[in-house]
């Protein structure tokens, strides 16, 4: 016996996967978020679902998690201006915010905004963002380079 398969094309396709988008959204309210403010789990799973605002609800204790916020400013790097200001002068999160979101520079520690990989890590995003680094840095010869290329006559 044949057996008749639906074929779904690309449009209703996308017609569901918006749909599911929309109710994953719905799915987090700024009461749950209040709700779950120290809450890890809640948290992590909203950020994994298209909820990563409700970080800005999250309490001081998850803000200074480091592994928490590392993948936080992975999925989205403006993140870090929710975290605690020890995180925003931890290399190896700054370095992950800044990959990700270049401008989030002007929210980094002043000792990170005069480190060199930072500075390349955001100037490869925008050398308009060089108005966040510190004089310093812009300096060395890698990052001027990025600033100041030399043009082949």
Do not use: C
Not at 117 to 129: H, K, N
């Amino acid at each position: 016996m044949e057996e008749n398969f639906a074929i779904i094309d690309d449009e209703e396709k996308a017609e569901r996967k918006k749909a599911e988008e929309e109710e994953q959204k719905e799915k987090y309210k700024i009461e749950d978020a209040e709700a779950n403010s120290d809450n890890i789990d809640f948290m992590r799973e909203a950020l994994h679902n298209d909820g990563s605002w409700v970080v800005a609800y999250a309490s001081d204790r998850i803000l200074s998690d480091k592994e928490f916020m590392k993948e936080a400013v992975q999925i989205d790097g403006q993140l870090l201006y929710y975290a605690s200001p020890d995180l925003r002068d931890d290399k190896e999160i700054v370095l992950e915010a800044v990959k990700n979101k270049g401008l989030i520079i002007k929210y980094v520690s002043k000792r990170l905004r005069n480190d060199k990989d930072v500075a390349i890590a955001a100037l490869s995003q925008s050398t308009g963002y060089s108005i966040y680094l510190e004089d310093e840095v812009k300096k060395d010869p890698e990052v001027d380079a990025i600033l100041n290329p030399k043009t082949e006559e």
